[in-house]
């Protein structure tokens, strides 16, 4: 009878949808400073235990927009959202903004389904070391590059340094591992993946409307239409925040003092917006 009555009350009183809670994952992986905290487990750990706590609620909704970065705190950020979901015994949506690349994608790969704009880039299932050599530059400068180990490959890519085949080749050995890894769990999340492209894992990205065809991820949407679709028109999103902190007080910055967390935080600006570029974002 209340039940009944509960459509006439006013504000939440009248409101008797389900509550599904969402956690927001943006930016680029594991790139910090002092005035932009990037995404790493830390900082997503607190919001995503929340969300799995919401008593009753049937499933977890996340945001994901991230062109990737860290591939081991992608990798913590994925398995922790499965070891939760599987505790909580909670399905989980992924839902795709601008991006959802490299590690972003590693990160939505822990949903049981993926929901793209047609617009949204997703993929780069790769893995990629970016770098500058200054090898002429000193010369020219006169510059002297001193450099004392123990152990013979101790400084191997130095950027002031002619590279050395073994060096790079050994690289590429550490790049294919990472790689192997990153293959093996989209395959073992992805039931639907079109095998017969031979460039699914080549590092390429693609559109939301060709990633459903790829098997990338399940359908086109929104994170609202979609939970008003699956969990009815009274569908309450909550979205989760983590704990706001001051960057002076992070127990790594202790003793920064501003001017060198103003360069530290410009050049992880510059590292960020490199990740952005090249999704054409």
Do not use: C
């Not at 977890?60 to 959202?81: D, E, F, T």
């Not at 939505?108 to 993926?114: P, Q, S, T």
């Not at 890894?181 to 080549?202: C, E, M, P």
Request: proline share 5%; hydrophobic share 45%.
């Amino acid at each position: 009878m209340f039940e009944g009555l509960r459509r006439y009350l006013p504000g939440k009183l009248g409101r008797a949808g389900i509550t599904v809670p969402v956690v927001r994952i943006a930016g680029v992986i594991g790139v910090d400073a002092p005035f932009r905290p990037g995404v790493t487990l830390a900082s997503v750990a607190s919001p995503l235990e929340k969300a799995f706590a919401v008593k009753d609620a049937p499933a977890v909704a996340l945001i994901v927009n991230s062109p990737g970065g860290s591939p081991v705190q992608s990798h913590l950020i994925h398995r922790r959202i499965r070891s939760l979901a599987e505790e909580s015994g909670k399905k989980v949506l992924a839902f795709v903004e601008d991006v959802a690349a490299s590690g972003g994608y590693m990160v939505a790969v822990a949903a049981d389904e993926i929901v793209a704009d047609p617009s949204s880039v997703v993929g780069s299932i790769g893995v990629v070391s970016q770098g500058f050599g200054f090898v002429d530059l000193i010369g020219k400068l006169g510059i002297e590059r001193r450099v004392h180990t123990a152990g013979t490959r101790k400084a191997i890519l130095d950027p002031f340094r002619p590279e050395e085949p073994q060096d790079v080749e050994h690289l590429l050995a550490l790049q294919a591992e990472i790689h192997a890894g990153f293959v093996d769990l989209v395959k073992a999340r992805r039931r639907n993946l079109a095998t017969d492209r031979t460039d699914l894992f080549s590092g390429l990205f693609w559109t939301g409307t060709t990633a459903v065809q790829l098997g990338l991820v399940d359908r086109l949407g929104d994170l609202r239409g979609t939970l008003r679709e699956r969990f009815g028109e009274d569908v309450r999103p909550k979205l989760i925040g983590g704990e706001r902190s001051w960057p002076f007080r992070r127990g790594r910055s202790v003793g920064v003092d501003a001017g060198s967390a103003l360069a530290e935080d410009v050049m992880s600006a510059v590292e960020s917006r490199a990740f952005w570029s090249r999704y054409g974002l």
